[in-house]
């Protein structure tokens, strides 16, 4: 099966522009949706697509892919982003329809 | 209220079943494809199965496949998951998502755990 590899932990300073990053190869050919999920809540879908934000998401979030990379910026990061991030895209490496999702990357807010 | 709450969680021991339901309200749940995602304690999302909207598509992680099986009741705007043969590794919190347009989860349960355990 396909993996999605993010980095652990990223800190930003307050009102800082934080970048987190998605690699894999099945982003060469499908785009990343990403989600926050805080303590004890659900995982909550902040961008999807190309770079499109559900109506609740902040328009501090956006996201962006390259190759196989896709990345997902908070610009001007708020106390309130302190949170798990994931990312998840098709796997494409069977013949049947499947997802998978990164590791995970925990962000602090410092 | 758009809503998904999620039942039948609880504790069970290894080779025992458990079948987990996802009650949707507030939307018209037989036009998305649903799908049920997992997570262990302190781990990341694992993606567990998908079914499209007249359950004629139905897919399995590998690690469920054989084990789950994953059905919907779109009169009774409901989704559910039988799982059978547990194992330790199925200890999780299991959330349903919807499926707005291919693998983006737009809304999500708020999960019921299971424990599976001697």
């Known amino acids: 099966s396909s993996e999605l590899t993010q980095d652990p932990a990223v800190s930003v300073a307050l009102g800082q522009t934080v970048r987190i990053t998605c690699q894999g190869d099945s982003l060469r050919s499908d785009y990343a949706s990403w989600y926050q999920q805080k303590p004890g809540q659900a995982p909550v879908l902040v961008i999807y697509?190309?770079?499109n934000r559900p109506s609740e998401s902040p328009d501090r979030f956006s996201g962006s892919s390259s190759g196989d990379t896709a990345s997902l910026t908070i610009t001007g990061a708020q106390a309130e982003d302190e949170a798990d991030y994931y990312c998840?895209?098709?796997?494409?490496?069977?013949?049947?329809?499947?997802?998978?999702f990164g590791g995970g990357t925990k962000l602090t807010v410092l | 209220e758009v809503q998904l709450v999620e039942s039948g969680g609880g504790l069970v021991k290894p080779g025992g079943s458990l079948r987990l339901t996802c009650a949707a309200s507030?939307?018209?749940?037989?036009?998305?494809?649903m799908n049920w995602v997992r997570q262990a304690p302190g781990k990341g999302l694992e993606w567990v199965s998908s079914?499209?909207?007249?359950?004629?598509?139905?897919h399995y992680a590998d690690s469920v496949k054989g084990r789950f099986t994953i059905s919907r009741d779109n009169a009774q705007t409901s989704l559910y998951l039988q799982m059978s043969s547990l194992r330790v590794e199925d200890t999780a919190v299991y959330y349903c998502?919807?499926?707005?347009?291919?693998?983006?989860?737009?809304?999500w349960g708020q999960g019921t755990m299971v424990t599976v355990s001697p």
């Open positions: 507030g939307f018209t749940f037989s036009t998305y494809s």
């Open positions: 998840t895209s098709r796997d494409r490496s069977g013949s049947r329809l499947s997802w998978v």
């Open positions: 079914i499209n909207i007249g359950s004629t598509y139905i």
């Open positions: 998502a919807r499926d707005d347009y291919g693998g983006v989860f737009d809304m």
């Open positions: 697509g190309q770079n």
